[in-house]
Structure formats: structure tokens, C-alpha cells
């Protein structure tokens, strides 16, 4: 009997998601399935760093609920060392690590962390310590022998190895090799800055590459050091904006798949110069672009308002999803009204963009962004929706827009800032009357996740309430999604189709 047209339809589904997580084309190394989670001292930080910091932040990742929402690596980033024994072997500055990186690695491990390292694919290291370049075996060895999970892995003293794609593939492949042949699963972050385009050759070396200069504290201001307003960019530099980055990353999201992910950089969430609206912006394209998730703020004085953003597992949801498929940005268009071009660079803020990617089993994010510095209504029809299914060049049959869809805001259901502090304070407690989640033995309010004890991707799967935001109204075929957006704000939808399963349940009432 021939297969009815519906099954075909559900079979394309299927091998499509099949080729995704097929041996050999998915993560290289087996690491970074989903976009890797955890904290870097960097941002807020800088070079004064010790074992004392990076354990105190730790201890507070898990008291907070952090780590069991997936932020699991604590990397420490550049100024740990003390250049180089006699022998050669790298060593930690001993006044700043007195008992040693194997220490410091053994801790984080005991408190279900994973520990997270930094070196240069140069003579030197940005802040002039010794660096790896011609030197990446021993010092692969050394980091494997000290325990160590993730190499951020940066581009300064690279003694003129840059300029092209080939030149740079080799200079970090190196390290690529070094780290594999120590046997330890080292997740591997190039800290590339987007030289030499590494979303074009990085899939088969490493797990993630940075795709532009530095973030700074910004949401929009241009500054000169950060010149590069497009992905093609042979001067990257550093205090690039949120909207910045953003736009250079627009073209490029695509070029991501499961191990293997565009970068944005480390979050500034916290950091004290963005509102909490831009914040939610930053966070939330952070997310839906699949970029790793690294918080760059001091985790130990972290305000209720900013646990509250980095806790949001709806958002962090449509992160780890099983199908790692990043956001494309449909429309980016002058928002109303038109009266912000900075005339220092040469691009204009207060854009509005709506941003669409498809999700496992079936469900879509659906996020509006707004640049401008006034309030504004954004909406998007069906077709910006499902534009991708719409212009695949064939004539198959788009069932998507012929149903009904349950709109589903996920920020509606942050968690109040009264809960947030009680967290902080370390005396919150479950409501008598609540059941916490129904998988898992969380002590953590319902607004937050615990996956440890259940996957993103099991449960996405079960409907874990937690992951869903609130629903908040439904998308009827041939109609409109709505949103009012905050000044330079965002609003985050997830779609799900009433037909229900992989949005294919329909195909038969067309
Ligand atoms: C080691 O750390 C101490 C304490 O922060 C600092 O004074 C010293 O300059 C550091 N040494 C190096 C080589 O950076
Ligand atoms: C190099 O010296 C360090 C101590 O300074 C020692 O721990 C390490 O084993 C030595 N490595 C080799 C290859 O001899
Ligand atoms: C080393 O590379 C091989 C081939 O890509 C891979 O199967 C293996 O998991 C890697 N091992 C480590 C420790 O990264
Ligand atoms: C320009 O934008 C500012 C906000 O930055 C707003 O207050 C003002 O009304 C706008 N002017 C015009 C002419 O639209
Ligand atoms: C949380 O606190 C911030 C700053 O104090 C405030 O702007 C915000 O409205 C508060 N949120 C809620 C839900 O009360
Ligand atoms: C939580 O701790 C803070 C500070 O110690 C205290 O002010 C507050 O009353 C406590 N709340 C509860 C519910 O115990
Ligand atoms: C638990 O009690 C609080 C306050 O009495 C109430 O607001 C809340 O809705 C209750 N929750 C459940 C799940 O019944
Ligand atoms: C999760 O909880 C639901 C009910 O709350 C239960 O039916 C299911 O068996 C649980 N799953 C696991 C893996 O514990
Ligand atoms: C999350 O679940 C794990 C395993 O079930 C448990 O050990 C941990 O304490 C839970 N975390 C929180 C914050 O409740
Ligand atoms: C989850 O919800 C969808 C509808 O939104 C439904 O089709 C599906 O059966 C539900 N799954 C479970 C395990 O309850």
C-alpha cells in the first residue's frame, strides 16, 4: 500500500531531523550539543582573578539554582598564570591559586561543575602571559593534567597568522588536535573574534567560535574601537554593542549546528550600564541565536532583577533545544519613530526585527525586537512566520499556516523579584500548598528549572509548565502575531500547534 500523502509529509520531517544528529556531521568531539551554559570571570572581573573568586562563584551557581539550570562550566579567563617552569610546563600564579589548578579543578568537580581554562592561539595571551602557540601539545597535556573541561581559546600575539581562512584553520587547529590527543573531553572555544570567517571552516575543530570583537556594557553606542557593522569584518576590535553583534550575527546563524556554535560573546547581564528591558534583549537573542550561554557578571551580588533574567527557563529552553536550530531574522526595518541615527557610525539604532526558527517537535520561536527608544506595536503574519516553508522552491504543501496556533509569551512568567531576593537571601521556601516541579526534587519556586533532574529536551518533551511562559493568546490561520515592545526591548514567543505532534496532525482536514 503507497504510503498516504500525509505520511510522506511526516517522513520528510523525520529524515530531516535525523540528518541533523547523523554520525559525523554532528560535534566533532561529541561536546556542545546544545550551546554550552555556565560563567566567566571576564566581564565583570577582568584580570583580577583567584581561587577564592572562582569557588565563592561556584558555591553560589549551585545555591542559586544556576547550575541546575544548565550553567555548568566556571571558566577562568585570562591572568591566572606565571608563565613557564623551567621545563617548560605552564604554572598558575601561586599567590592567586596557592593550592594549585588541580585544586581548584577538583572542587568544581565535586560540586558537579565543570572547570574551564583559557590560553591564546598566540606567542602571548591578551594580557601578556605566556601563550600556546608552538606549544600546544604540552600545553593541551598540561590543562588535561590539571582536569580541566574547556579551553577558551583566544587570537592575540598570533605573529601575523591570520588573513586567511586556511592560515587560521591550521593556527587553531593545532590546539584542535593537541586537546583530542589527550584522550580528556575538553570542550573547545575559539576566541577568534571572526577573523578569517570561522563560521565557514571551524564545524570540524571546534565547538564554538566567537564571531565578532568584545561585548561591551552596551546596548546601542557605537564607539570607534568596535568599527565592523557587518559580518565581513577584517578589523573586529572590541566595545561592540548587543545591536551590533546582533546584526553582524543575523547573516550568519545559520552556519551553526549541533557542537558547533556561532558565539556572541559572554553575557553582560548585571554588569549595571543596560536597563533591565535591554537586558531581557541582550539575554534573549543571546538564546534564540544559539549562542553559548556564559554569564559575565559577579554571580555573588547579583540583584534579584538580574537572577531573574538568567533564570528564565523558557527562554533557556528554546537555547537547548534538541534540534539546534538557530533564529533567522525575517524583517529588520525603521521603527517609528525614525529619529535616532548616531552620526559617530555609520549604522542606524532603532530598528525593529522579528526573528523566527524552528524548534523540535514542531513548535516555533517567534521574537520581535525593538531598537528605537520609545514603545512601539510589532506584528507579524503568517507568512514572515513560515517564510522558510514558504520559499523552499517546491510545491509541497505548507500545512503550518492552515492551523491554529497557541501563543505562548515567555517572559510572562519571570519569576517575581520577592522570590528572586528570597533565593539570594538563601531562605526561600516552597509554598506549602505548591507542587514544585512534578520530575524532580528542586526546592526552587516553579519559575525556574531543575535540569539536573530532567533535561531541556525530556522536559520539552513531558510539557514541564516551566518551559512554556504563559499562554497568552492564539494565531488563527491567515491571521497576525502581536506585540507590544518596550523601548530597545523584546518579546518572546513559542508556538504550538493545536494540531499538536509535529504540527502535521491537520494535513488530513486540508
Ligand atoms: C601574581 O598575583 C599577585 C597577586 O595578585 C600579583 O601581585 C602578581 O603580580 C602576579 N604575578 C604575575 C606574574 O602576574
Ligand atoms: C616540569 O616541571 C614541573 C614542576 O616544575 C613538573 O610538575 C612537571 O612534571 C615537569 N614536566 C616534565 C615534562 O618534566
Ligand atoms: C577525538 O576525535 C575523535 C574523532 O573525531 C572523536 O571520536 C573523539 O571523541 C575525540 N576525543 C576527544 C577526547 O576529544
Ligand atoms: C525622537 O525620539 C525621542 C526619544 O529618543 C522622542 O522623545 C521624540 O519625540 C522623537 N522625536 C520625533 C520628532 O519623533
Ligand atoms: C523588580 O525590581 C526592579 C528594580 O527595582 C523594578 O524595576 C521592577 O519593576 C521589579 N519587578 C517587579 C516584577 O516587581
Ligand atoms: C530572609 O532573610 C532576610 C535577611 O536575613 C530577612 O530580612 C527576611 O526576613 C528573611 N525572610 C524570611 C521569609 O525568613
Ligand atoms: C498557594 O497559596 C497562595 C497564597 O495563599 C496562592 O496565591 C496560590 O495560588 C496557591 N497555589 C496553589 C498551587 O494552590
Ligand atoms: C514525571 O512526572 C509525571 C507526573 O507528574 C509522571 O507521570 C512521570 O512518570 C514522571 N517522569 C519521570 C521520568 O519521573
Ligand atoms: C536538582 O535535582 C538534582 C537531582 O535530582 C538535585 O540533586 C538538586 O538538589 C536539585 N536542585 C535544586 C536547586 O533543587
Ligand atoms: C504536550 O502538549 C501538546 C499540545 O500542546 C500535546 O499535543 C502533547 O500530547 C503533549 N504531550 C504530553 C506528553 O502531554
Redesign the pocket.
Known sequence: MAPSKSTVLIAAVAVFVTQASAAGTVSYNGLAITPQMGWDNWNAFGCNVDEELLLNTAQKMVDYGLRDLGYYYVILDDCWSNGRTANGTLQANATKFPNGMPYVADQLHSMGLGFGMYSSAGKYTCAGYAASLGMEKQDAQTFADWGVDYLKYDNCYNEGQEGTALVSYNRYKAMSDALNATGRPILYSMCQWGQDNPWDWAQTIANSWRMSGDVYDSFDRPDSRCPCTTYDCTLPGFHCSVMNILNKAAPILNKAQPGAWNDLDMLEVGNGAMTDDEYKTHFSMWAIAKSPLIMGTDVTAMTPQTLSIYSNPAIIAINQDPLGTPATRVWLSPAQPQNETYSTDSYTVGEASFWTGQLA?GDYVAAFVNGASSPTTLSASMSDIFIDLLTTGSNAPVPQISQTW?VYDLWANRMSNATAQAIIMGNYTLPTNASSMSNSTSTMPVQTYNATAMSYADGL???ETALFGLKTAELMPGGTVQAQVPAHGVVVYRL??????AGM?KRDEL
Not at 504550538?496 to 505532534?501: D, E, I, T, Y
Request: hydrophobic letters at 15%; proline letters at 0%.
Open positions: 517537535s497557541d518533551a513531558a510539557n504550538r500547534s493545536q494540531g499538536g505532534g496532525r
